[in-house]
């Protein structure tokens, strides 16, 4: 073989070489397992937003809106609190409770004020989770995270 078979073998083999290795780094790395929600939610706090319908003061319709943090317990309690905007603050954490079965998650506490206990019909994916009420008179909508651990009483 001359020189010059030579070389242009080797650069052929280089830029191969380079090719494939540029191919694996642009190749998305597989999405991590979905971690089951009778996983997810036992032993972390769920920080979320829910809209319920209410009516408005001249007639038609409008969006209440409540945000929410919950740390839920293993036993099926939980920690809750909510954002109060007229003092521009969280409530004081009062105990609650909840429930999974499915995927269907409901959450009850007197600090949630005047409203019924609320189930959702709840999709996660990562440390996201979202979802809404299933039939009845009642409709409202969750959107909110996952955090590791207690947030609702980390040192300030």
Not at 79 to 106: F, K, M
Request: charge should be negative; proline fraction near 7%.
């Amino acid at each position: 073989m001359t020189r010059t078979c030579v070389a242009a073998a080797a650069v052929l083999i280089v830029g191969a070489a380079f090719s494939i290795a540029r191919a694996e780094e642009a190749a998305p790395a597989p999405a991590p397992a979905a971690v089951p929600l009778d996983q997810a939610l036992p032993g972390n706090t769920l920080a979320a937003v829910i809209f319920m319908p209410h009516e408005a003061p001249k007639g038609g319709g409008s969006l209440y809106r409540l945000m929410v943090q919950a740390f839920m317990r293993q036993n099926g309690t939980a920690l809750v609190r909510r954002w109060d905007p007229d003092h521009d603050a969280y409530t004081a954490p009062g105990e609650g409770h909840w429930t999974l079965s499915g995927t269907t998650l409901c959450l009850d506490a007197q600090t949630l004020g005047p409203v019924p206990r609320l189930c959702f019909e709840v999709h996660m994916w990562g440390t996201r989770i979202a979802g809404n009420t299933l039939g009845g008179d009642h409709f409202a909508m969750i959107d909110g995270d996952i955090e590791a651990g207690n947030s609702i009483v980390a040192a300030r």
